[in-house]
Nanobody, 117 residues
Framework: QVQLVESGGGLVHLWGSLRLSCAAS????????MGWYLQVPVQQRELVAQ???????VYADSVKGRFTIYRNNAQNSVYLQMNGLKPDDTAVYYC???????????WGQGTQVTVSS
């Protein structure tokens, strides 16, 4: 079992910045992806960014050049630095850890990001 605890999020103005944090604990697999999905009402969760256990990163086209994902291996944590925020970024952001061995996905509790214009 993997547990994820998120922090960060909040309300910012147009072009502002926020940093999300996600700390993992429990049985962390050797081959995994960890990062964030976002969700707006009545829509499915969408991948924002993730970092693979080998260090490779994946970003949604909409956030490339604005968001940066990085990790602290010693703390089993990942961070999402969000710059140049726009109202379209407003959503609940969920941290995830996907175990590539058994395809199990753990989710964080979600954190609200609101960008005002």
């Amino acid at each position: 079992q993997v547990q994820l605890v998120e922090s960060g999020g909040g309300l910012v103005h147009l072009w502002g910045s926020l940093r999300l944090s996600c700390a993992a604990s429990g049985s962390i697999p050797s081959f995994f992806a960890m990062g964030w999905y976002l969700q707006v009402p009545v829509q499915q969760r969408e991948l924002v960014a993730q970092i693979i256990s080998d260090g490779n990163t994946v970003y949604a086209d909409s956030v490339k050049g604005r968001f940066t994902i990085y990790r602290n291996n010693a703390q089993n944590s990942v961070y999402l630095q969000m710059n140049g925020l726009k109202p379209d970024d407003t959503a609940v952001y969920y941290c995830h850890l996907t175990n590539f061995w058994d395809r199990q996905i753990a989710w964080g509790q979600g954190t609200q990001v609101t960008v005002s214009s």
